[in-house]
């Protein structure tokens, strides 16, 4: 009995010290987007002076006012919602036709072509050639450039293929096809809807990358009309940092870098707001989809 009740206060302890723990480290990490989001709405001098802690001083959108007066950012905004949206689509459906054949045991080579998946993981020919190769199909300057050359993940391949081994079952597999059921008919009807998790997972993975690329779009565009947002926002950052030569006054100084401040907070706020306002609605399909494997029962 004296076990007993001492093996339950030791857990009571962990369990506070764990709750502390966690505690602490959540509100490391949510203390600069609360800082972000206020700084964004508070006024230069708050945000040149240093006064702004928690919430916002002195609140106002004029950040927001200079971020959208940029022409170039409705422009970019529906340029990344449409990558996000065509590249993601691509992406979940390569994967899934790539994955769930190397899930199945009865398929012959599946060994030899998982290797050379994981081989392109370990090794990459770089920036040059993937460049190169870019240039030669004639994707430079298209829309293509940001979707194609990024259409397939090996790391999220492996992921799905290992939650179609472990979710779906091969006695399952063996009744359809008992029934007359083909294999396309199969992954459509069966595998498909019993797949929601890492459906979600992937979309998510995918969404977010496509969401924040920048780097290709430098290396592959050069029409302005196609750049995503990030690269409108890099590039408004730029324009707006200050030049010694054009500084007249001390205050002068003081209001412009205050603007750029002011600016780069908002424009930090308006690249990840949309990947925060549907990371909700996902979130209880991630939790389950990365927690693939971990436990097998």
Known sequence: MNTSIKEAAE???FNVLNYTVLTLFFLIVLYPLVYIVSASFSSTNAVVSGRVWLWPVEPGLKGYAAVFEYKAIWTGFGNSLFYTVAGTLLNVVLTIIAAYPLSRRDFIGRQWIMFVFVFTIMFSGGIIPNYLLVKSLGLLDTRWALILPSALSVFN???????FQTNIPQEMLEAAQVDGCS???FLCKIVL??????????MLFYAVGHW??????????KDRSLYPLQLVLR?????NQIDPSMVTSEEDLVARQGLADLLKYSLIVVATAPM???YPFVQKHFVKGVMIGSIKG
């Open 212 to 221: 924040n690329s920048y780097f290709n779009a430098l290396l592959y565009l």
């Open 235 to 239: 590039s408004i950052l730029i324009q």
């Open 193 to 202: 809807p019993l797949s929601g998790p890492i459906v979600a997972v992937l």
């Open 276 to 278: 925060l306002v549907i």
């Open 11 to 13: 857990d009571r302890w």
């Open 183 to 185: 294999d396309w008919k």
């Open 157 to 163: 391949v492996i992921i799905t293929r290992t939650y």
